[in-house]
């Protein structure tokens, strides 16, 4: 069974500070990887996809894919109290149609 | 740019009940479209996945059914709700492929 394993945290941050979120995934035939937010009692919202080994940065979001160690990381720079969410990693494999499988996600707390 | 639609946002319906939830998407063509359900403080379960009208694929055995009478329309049922029932359901869709799935609002369903 394809599993996207995370720690569940809660991940306490100061204010201003780096928040680095990390994802391991089990099958090596992962195309694709993304990262979303999901506040409280909302839908997740997709903030970061990466498809290629290396770094990929939009603003103060980086994602981080190394394939060969299977693993994926968002780091969020200078984290803002509203940065405080639980965010998902997900993979996606494809064949006969697009299977994404979620982590269960990282609670992140940006402390003001 | 595309759009989707989930209602109604939250339901309580009483045990023994019957469900409807709707899903829409618009601007664009033929969506691969998803029914997930998220219990409280788990991850995601995947329910139902669709490539086309009138395809439906299931996840996993329950008293759920989809259908998906157009192309940008996905319909998640129910004859009769178990307690078990209640959650969090989120649709999503996506073009396939390498492209990341977009949720809708969710509905927040309660079965008392």
């Known amino acids: 069974q394809k599993e996207v394993e995370q720690n569940s945290g809660p991940l306490s941050v100061p204010e201003g500070a780096i928040a680095s979120l990390n994802c391991t995934y089990s099958?090596?035939?992962?195309?694709?990887f993304f990262w979303y937010r999901q506040y409280s009692g909302k839908s997740p919202e997709l903030i970061m996809f990466i498809y290629s080994n290396g770094d990929k940065e939009d603003g103060r979001f980086t994602a981080q894919l190394n394939k060969a160690s299977q693993y994926v990381s968002l780091l969020i720079r200078d984290s803002q109290p509203s940065d405080s969410a639980t965010y998902l990693c997900a993979v996606t494999e494809f064949g006969g149609y697009q299977k994404v499988t979620f982590g269960t996600g990282t609670k992140l707390q940006v402390i003001p | 740019s595309q759009t989707i639609h989930q209602w109604p946002a939250t339901l309580v319906q009483p045990v023994g009940s019957p469900l409807s939830l709707e899903c829409t998407v618009e601007g664009t063509s033929n969506p691969n479209l998803y029914w997930y359900r998220q219990a409280a403080g788990r991850g995601l379960q995947l329910l139902f996945y669709?490539?086309?009208?009138?395809?439906i694929s299931s996840e996993v055995p329950q008293n759920l059914s989809a259908s998906r009478p157009q192309d940008r329309q996905f319909i998640l049922s129910s004859k009769k709700l178990l307690l078990s029932d209640s959650g969090f359901y989120l649709c999503?869709?996506?073009?396939?492929?390498?492209?990341?799935?977009?949720f809708g609002d969710g509905t927040r369903l309660s079965i008392l």
């Open positions: 669709s490539v086309g009208i009138g395809q």
């Open positions: 099958d090596r035939g992962s195309q694709s």
């Open positions: 999503a869709w996506s073009t396939g492929g390498k492209e990341p799935q977009h």
